[in-house]
């Protein structure tokens, strides 16, 4: 028992010494992304990346510009009582160690009369910050540190919403309007304060070495006058784990991994509503190959068609992107097919009619995967039991476990992905849960840690789902491939910056939108976490139809409203789908403003109060030839509305002569730059105006 041990301890420090040596190597600069810049003088070092500056004074961030102003209310500091005072910085400084056209590596330090502090700071292009901090003694002395605090100020009008990871399933509390009262979290991974135009994310991959007193109370956001206060409890006197109480003092020297990250990531796609989206029907592919002869010749839809019938009328609704969902393989989240022939035939038929292909990967380990019997005990995720829970059931018959991307599954699966991409031709993947990083105990592979008493608490491997999605992305990006995920309560950046979409929603998938679904989703929370233009990624929501209470059209009312499209699941809801892409093309919406109903002086007002619009408008010459779409959508549950909408056309450009539903085509009244627009509960109508 003792030499297991002895191995098992040895196979994860070579892991975790694996894990730290890729990440302190330097990453490939992708586009978007813009070199990064360095500029040092006497007050400081500034970081520059696309979008963003961050300037560091001796170990913490005393500005962060994003979305054009600044974010901070004063400097990120660390606060706290040594020896019965309070800490007392005196002196610092900080000198560029490493710098390149792809990250900036900054070395500081601060000290007081008691304590030093040594801080190596990595920045990234994407704007990622990771900030190893090192607290030591002074000389010999011994100091009681007997408080530890990481405090953000960040401005209050730049912190209007807040999102959190881990949510919980069915619910939207971690994500939301950030209200009087705040927040008290225990330790969560990664946590964003901004608006509907950017913000600012924290994270840490664990509470290893922390010592709050309350488990309950770890993280604050506290507002307060003109700022909100993100405050992260490192340490504090008379903590205590389990039952274990810990000493007054700490003991010395004591090191934090925490990260920042300004939001917006990258420049927002122009031409994201022209990436048309579909998730095909199942096709058999994987559980079924061969596939069966009928698939080719008609489909039961479409029994007079030619071969390939479903393609063919996907492709005549105008889908761009078809993504093939896990049954493209027989072996769940595994990057081979059999037979490959057939799968090739289908990738070959997609790209004649004009659509890219996406191909499933996920979250997940298969026992019919061949690397099963060596492998399961060291990748997959375990619990604080050390025991792996079950999971995902599907055709051919296997149990699929979720895997950790901390393990050495990360660069298997991403070597077996572009030998994949190579072989059948696919353009990009469609990614199930991947850019989470799931709490994980699997200590095999360097995952969790012991506490004083030796309990065992998680892991979130953020730096290593980076990585993979960093490879991922510069993999398929550049040659013009995209990366979509599918999330569900996780908008942590570090891992989403390398998507060029996300899709979110299927934590509503029980039902709990049915009825009156701002309910269970205010628009609050989906300004936070389902509209992506915060983040610089684009969000598509995802909605399973539970008729009569909940249906597509129920979910584009409000989708719509954020310039987030509903994506289409097979050719049911891309027949709904279609019109609506074909609307924003023939407007030009990637041309367009887009003009959000929240916007402190609206181009459009409507009544009444159940009622919002947001516009897209394209202006003409001296108020002539201009144009706007509007997204008029009633959000009352059960209560129909006629809508009177005002336009402000001096503004906008325009006359308003005429409006017309652009679904339909029907005229609706106009004059005066007022509109009247009848609506039936929780749907939207698109007004077409000239």
Not at 286 to 306: Q, V
Not at 318 to 323: D, F, H, Q, S
Request: proline fraction near 7%.
């Amino acid at each position: 028992m003792k030499i297991k041990s002895f191995a098992l301890t040895v196979v994860a420090l070579l892991c975790a010494s694996f894990a730290r040596a890729q990440a302190t190597e330097s990453p490939k600069l992708i586009a978007p992304w813009t070199p990064v810049t360095v500029k040092t003088n006497a007050s400081g070092v500034t970081v520059g990346v696309w979008g963003r500056t961050q300037k560091l004074a001796n170990v913490l961030p005393n500005s962060i510009v994003t979305a054009g102003s600044e974010i901070l209310a004063a400097p990120i500091r660390l606060v706290g009582k040594v020896s019965g005072k309070p800490i007392e910085w005196k002196r610092g400084g900080n000198f560029v160690f490493r710098a390149d056209k792809s990250h900036a590596i900054i070395s500081g330090w601060q000290a007081g009369d008691d304590l030093i502090v040594n801080t190596t700071t990595r920045v990234e292009f994407d704007g990622m910050m990771r900030v190893d901090l090192v607290v030591l003694p002074q000389r010999k002395m011994t100091p009681k540190l007997e408080q530890l605090w990481l405090e953000v100020p960040i401005k209050r009008e730049r912190a209007t919403l807040f999102h959190y990871f881990p949510g919980q399933w069915g619910k939207s509390k971690n994500s939301g309007e950030l209200t009087e009262a705040g927040l008290t979290l225990g330790f969560k991974p990664f946590v964003w304060l901004g608006n509907e135009d950017g913000g600012l994310g924290w994270f840490a991959e664990s509470d290893k070495g922390w010592q709050p007193q309350a488990a309950e109370r770890v993280i604050e956001v506290i507002p307060q006058g003109h700022e909100v206060l993100l405050r992260m409890r490192l340490l504090e006197q008379g903590a205590a784990v389990g039952k274990t109480p810990l000493p007054v003092a700490v003991k010395l020297p004591v090191t934090f991994t925490v990260g920042f990250q300004a939001t917006p990531v990258k420049p927002w796609p122009k031409d994201f509503h022209e990436w048309r989206i579909w998730h095909v029907p199942q096709l058999g592919v994987g559980s079924t190959l061969p596939i069966p002869k009928e698939w080719w010749m008609c489909h039961r839809a479409f029994p007079d068609r030619n071969p390939l019938a479903v393609l063919d009328r996907g492709a005549k609704l105008g889908a761009k992107t078809a993504v093939f969902h896990e049954d493209w393989a027989p072996i769940q989240n595994y990057p081979m097919t059999f037979p490959e022939a057939d799968f090739k035939r289908i990738v070959s038929a997609c790209h004649q009619r004009g659509m890219k292909v996406l191909v499933y990967h996920g979250y997940e380990f298969s026992p019919l995967a061949p690397e099963w019997a060596e492998l399961h005990d060291e990748i997959l995720v375990k619990n604080s039991k050390g025991d792996i829970t079950p999971g995902w059931y599907r055709h051919p018959e296997q149990r699929d476990f979720k895997v950790c991307y901390g393990s050495i599954w990360r660069d298997r699966l991403a070597d077996g992905i572009e030998r994949a991409a190579k072989r059948y031709g696919f353009d990009g993947v469609y990614l199930d849960g991947t850019v989470e990083p799931w709490a994980c105990y699997n200590e095999r592979h360097g995952c969790g840690y012991r506490t004083a008493d030796g309990t065992l608490r998680p892991t979130y491997p953020i730096f290593a789902v980076r990585q993979f999605m960093q490879r991922l992305y510069g993999m398929f990006h550049p040659r013009g491939g995209l990366i979509n995920a599918h999330q569900s309560t996780c908008c942590a950046t570090p891992t989403l910056a390398f998507t060029d979409s996300y899709w979110d929603g299927e934590q509503f998938a029980g039902g709990e939108l049915s009825g009156d679904p701002l309910k269970a989703l205010p628009l609050g929370a989906l300004r936070a976490e389902f509209m992506g233009r915060n983040f610089g990624v684009p969000c598509e929501f995802l909605a399973y139809e539970r008729p009569p209470q909940w249906t597509f059209d129920h979910a584009l009312a409000f989708s719509m409203l954020h310039d987030v499209r509903v994506r289409p699941c097979g050719l049911a809801s891309l027949e709904k789908m279609s019109p609506i892409w074909n609307v924003m093309t023939r407007f030009g919406v990637g041309k367009a403003e887009w003009h959000p109903y929240w916007e402190p002086k609206p181009l459009a007002t409507a009544q009444p109060a159940s009622v919002k619009v947001s516009l897209y408008t394209r202006p003409g010459t001296k108020g002539k030839g201009g144009r706007a779409l509007l997204v008029v959508s009633n959000l009352s549950a059960d209560q129909p509305a006629t809508a009177q909408i005002t336009l402000d056309c001096a503004r906008i450009g325009m006359s308003a002569k005429t409006a017309t539903d652009a679904l339909s085509r029907e005229s609706l009244q106009c004059a005066n730059s007022k509109l009247a627009v009848p609506l039936q509960p929780m749907r939207m109508r698109m007004v077409w105006v000239e």
